[in-house]
């Protein structure tokens, strides 16, 4: 008996190329989605134009647009990694996409990992913008180049991590709740457009070790007054990205 060669040959494509499709298809329904560009483009960018024309906030000396943008590009990663995230993996899972992934040969760290790599193609274009945006606004911006870049890789991944774990473990309904009111405590208290000076001494020790005000902190240290490698921060946000991703690797429910 003969035994023939067929093709297609059954089985599983290799793993970096199921991720790689995975996340070619985040970033394509991301970009479609109105309500994600508004949340990740169209509010930083107006937040930006706004509090850098208008004097409604006491930002210290200097441009009030040197203070503000790391402050936005920090809030545009968050926007991005962590609330619309949250929210679009939230609506997954009720809708029955993530079951239906989870019957693929995709693992659930696959999926997660797809879902970053989304994010910072996302990223990518945030960064663009808002930076083309602040330097007609009269931006200067100083620092290390690759200092800029950890900041924003680390934050990426700790966001991710949170938007991951609550998408994965609270109702969709829950999701889209507490991922918007998250959004506005930490854009008010996380240190992006009031400066974290103003808060009371005990308060600011507290909000200091939060991952938006590591990564505003630390951006601003870089970009504005041309510190070196902000370690510090580095370090609050190494930690929050391997709690949140291991958090949302352990609980993530498909279903």
Do not use: C
């Not at 774990?165 to 969709?172: D, F, N």
């Amino acid at each position: 008996m003969t035994v023939g060669t067929f093709t297609p040959k059954p089985g599983a494509a290799p793993l970096p190329r199921m991720i790689m499709a995975q996340a070619v298809l985040e970033t394509k329904m991301l970009l479609r989605n109105g309500e994600q560009l508004l949340l990740t483009v169209i509010i930083p960018t107006l937040l930006l134009v706004l509090f850098s024309t208008v004097d409604i906030v006491d930002t210290g000396e200097g441009e009030a647009v040197d203070f503000l943008t790391p402050g936005i590009l920090a809030l545009a990663v968050m926007s991005t990694a962590f609330t619309g995230q949250a929210i679009a993996t939230g609506f997954e899972r009720r809708y029955g996409v993530l079951k239906r992934l989870a019957s693929s040969p995709l693992p659930r760290w696959g999926l997660m990992t797809a879902k970053t790599l989304s994010v910072l193609v996302t990223e990518v274009l945030q960064v663009l913008l808002v930076t083309v945006i602040a330097l007609a606004l009269g931006w200067d911006p100083r620092g290390n180049p690759l200092a800029v870049f950890l900041l924003l890789v680390l934050g990426t991944a700790a966001f991710s991590g949170l938007g991951l774990l609550m998408a994965g473990t609270l109702k969709a309904e829950a999701t889209l709740a507490a991922a918007n009111l998250v959004f506005l405590l930490l854009l008010m208290g996380g240190g992006v457009v009031v400066p974290l000076d103003k808060f009371p001494d005990a308060a600011q020790d507290v909000l200091g070790l939060l991952p938006i005000a590591a990564l505003s902190d630390g951006l601003r240290d870089v970009l504005q007054h041309g510190a070196g490698m902000p370690w510090a921060d580095l370090g609050i946000l190494t930690v929050w990205a391997v709690v949140g991703l291991a958090a949302a690797g352990k609980f993530f429910r498909w279903e």
